[in-house]
């Protein structure tokens, strides 16, 4: 049995130990001791690996976001992730619940409407009462010629109607969509330029429906007009062209361009018989064609000069 003085001894002890841990919390080792005991009472969980962990800031990181659904919560309930995009979310990057877009499939051809009788015949020239001429442009498109073309014509604000061939057209799909953006109107001019008169009717059905099928993808606009080689008409291309909703279109004034003449031969020749009405005929392709090109450069200002308007007939 301990005696009253060492009682009082270990009493001693005892204060001056509190006195001495007492001293050390106003520390640096004291602030140590008392978040190893707060540690010890309340440890910190494990970090889960490859989560993000909360910032410099304090803020939270993606895994402080609940993923999980309350218990109880009734099936097709969103959860609580669902109300507020996560980072990743809002610097768009896809999610297995959000698809990537689809490119947009190529609207399907407008349905030709049944042509009359009167349409299907070859139209020479147009309204003679107004001061009108519809310039008409063949067997391009040519990476030489029609962006020089292309440029007269914005220059002065005309729009024309290009007659393509089908085999340029597919090897040169950026000049026919260039043709198109501009305003002018695309039209079949066959794909391999043959004389239609002597295919059948399943050849030229093929000549006419591939070229029309081309420019349709290229431009997504169908075809209204069509033009046949050198102007040689048959009653099956006629035929043909009417069931797929385009109408025939020749011309007035030819200048035989393409025979090379000389441009002042061809200025001549347009200016002499361009008449109110008149269906000019011009070439971009099928070989060289500057002297056409310098021949528009004379022609078109004198016929501006002149009053004349340019069209382009929708068909």
């Not at 002890?13 to 919390?25: D, E, F, H, P, R």
């Not at 000549?207 to 420019?215: G, H, I, V, Y």
């Not at 099956?236 to 035989?256: I, K, Q």
């Not at 003449?261 to 269906?279: E, F, M, N, Q, S």
């Amino acid at each position: 049995m301990l005696s009253d003085r060492q009682i009082t001894s270990r009493r001693l002890l005892l204060v001056a130990a509190g006195m001495s841990l007492l001293g050390l919390t106003g520390c640096g080792r004291g602030e140590e001791v008392v978040r190893a005991a707060r540690a010890a009472r309340h440890p910190e969980p494990e970090a889960v690996p490859g989560e993000a962990s909360a910032g410099s800031s304090g803020e939270p990181g993606p895994s402080a976001v609940p993923s999980a659904v309350p218990s109880g919560t009734p099936a097709g309930t969103p959860s609580p992730s669902a109300a507020a995009p996560t980072a990743s979310a809002a610097a768009g990057t896809p999610s297995a619940a959000a698809p990537a877009p689809t490119a947009p499939a190529p609207a399907a051809p407008t349905p030709a409407r049944a042509l009359t009788a009167a349409e299907t015949r070859p139209v020479y020239e147009l309204d003679s009462a107004r001061k009108v001429v519809a310039l008409t442009i063949d067997d391009g498109p040519d990476p030489r010629h029609t962006p020089t073309v292309l440029a007269l014509l914005e220059q002065y604000g005309i729009r024309a109607t290009f007659f393509l061939i089908g085999e340029n057209a597919v090897e040169h799909p950026g000049l026919v969509g260039e043709i198109a953006a501009r305003g002018h109107h695309i039209a079949n001019h066959t794909w391999t330029h043959p004389d239609l008169r002597s295919l059948s009717e399943g050849k030229v059905r093929d000549e006419l429906e591939r070229t029309s099928d081309l420019l349709h993808r290229t431009t997504g606009k169908v075809p209204t007009w069509f033009r046949a080689p050198g102007g040689d008409w048959s009653s099956t291309a006629l035929r043909v062209s009417g069931e797929l909703g385009m109408r025939p279109m020749a011309w007035s004034v030819d200048p035989r361009d393409w025979a090379r003449p000389g441009t002042g031969v061809i200025t001549d020749r347009i200016l002499k018989d361009v008449r109110p009405g008149a269906i000019v005929l011009n070439h971009d392709g099928g070989g060289d064609r500057s002297q056409t090109v310098a021949a528009l450069k004379a022609y078109l200002p004198v016929l501006i000069d002149s009053g004349y308007l340019f069209t382009a007939p929708a068909g």
